[in-house]
Each structure stands twice: as structure tokens, then as C-alpha cells.
């Protein structure tokens, strides 16, 4: 997969892009990145990449040319260009498994109080990392690449994220390591005993019980089997302040 980023600060992304999980799966070569300065391709002496709104307001507008610059080399057959944009769809374990099906995304950062609308014109979708408004768009797309590497075939086992919170439907279980017993807080018994099944219907009755605890809402759409169906009936009659067992 190749991810290209454009951006006003290239140096924003290197940290990120060549550390843990995703500069492993970089120097694997199951990804590689090409980062893109818009500054480059600024006008003028001072290289300038911004300008104030038509119609008055505060604040500045990213130019079009410099951005146009940037994005239409990348804009190749099999390209996928995303606008990182609090005005877009938000991102998802849904969307993120969609756009780690693609071999090339090109990310585009926005930067100010927003882009020339005609930049619009040159991308495929725009993205929202959810409802709240950052600087500009490489923190969000960052979160959109380590969610999408994690996904690429090689970078972690599947089986690591067939069971995350979300892939289900649900929130995941509780997780615990050693030691057996830290601070007088002991392990499950369950998770000690070595029978599979037993500790898969404890996962999964607890992966319910947080999902019914804190994300109700997302009880609606997931894939529940009449067993589940049993479990939350159960669980909605007892307190839902037990702790787990
Ligand atoms: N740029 C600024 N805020 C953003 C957000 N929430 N999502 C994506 N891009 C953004």
C-alpha cells in the first residue's frame, strides 16, 4: 500500500510515520509514504500558501494553485484522494476497513480556517476524525493511517484485530496479564482455568456487558446470535454495576 500525505508541515509526520507498528511495517515494505510540502509550490517570494476569505471573516483561506500543485500529480489511476475535513464522513472501523482495501490513498491537510472550495473538486472523499475542530488535518490524518496500516495484511496478526472493539459490533472484553493478583485485584478464575470454551463465553458475555454498559447505541447494529440475545436479557436483570466475574 502507498499512503501519500499532503501538507504545510512535513515535519508533523515523520515522528509518527517511521516509529512502532507502522515504521516496522514501513521498513517490511508492506507501506510506504511519500510526504508532500505544499510550500513548495507557494507563490511569491514568501512562498505563500494563504490568503483572507472573499466576503470578509477571520481568519485565512488555503489557496488553490499551491494545493492544486500538490494534489494533481497524485491524482493516478487506482488513487484514492481524501480531504481531511471536520465537514467530512466520519471515520470508522467501517471506513477504515474500506479504505485499507485501497493500494494508494493520497491524504490531503488543511490548514487555517479551511481550503478554497474549489480544491473540493480534486478529491474522491473527505474525512472527519469526529466532532470537535483540530488545527489542521495531519493529527487526523494520522489517526486515519495507523488505523488503516494496523489493517493491511502482515502488519499485526489478523487475530488481533478480528477481536477489536467495534470489528464485532461490540466493545472487546477485559484483558488481564500477569501477576495473578496485583494490588488485592485477582484475575478472573475463568481466564486461569485453560477451558476455551468457557473462557470465550466469558469473553463474549463480557464484551456484551460493557457494550450494554457504555455503548448501548451500538447494540442496534451488531451481529448478535440468539445465545447473545439470551446473555443481555440476562444481564439487563441483573445490576449493571456487578463487576465482572
Ligand atoms: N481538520 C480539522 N479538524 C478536523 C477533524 N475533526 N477531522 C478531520 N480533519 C480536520
Known sequence: MRIDVVTIFPELLEG????SIIGRAVEGGLVEFGVHDIRIHGLGRHRSVDDYPYGGGAGMVMRPEPLFAAIQPLRTAGATVVLMDPAGERLTDQLARALAGS?????????????DERVRTLVDREVSIGDYVLTGGELPALVLIDTVVRLVPGVIAEASHEGDSFASGLLEYPQYTRPEVFEGLP???VLLSGHHGEVDRWRRREALRRTLERRPDLLDTADLSDADQATLAKLRRTSMADPPR
Not at 509518527?16 to 516509529?19: A, K, S, Y
Not at 493500494?103 to 481550503?115: I, K, M, Q
Open 187 to 189: 484475575v478472573p478464575p
Open 103 to 115: 493500494s494508494h490513498l493520497a491524504l490531503v491537510c488543511g490548514r487555517y480556517e479551511g481550503v
Open 16 to 19: 509518527p510515520l517511521g516509529t
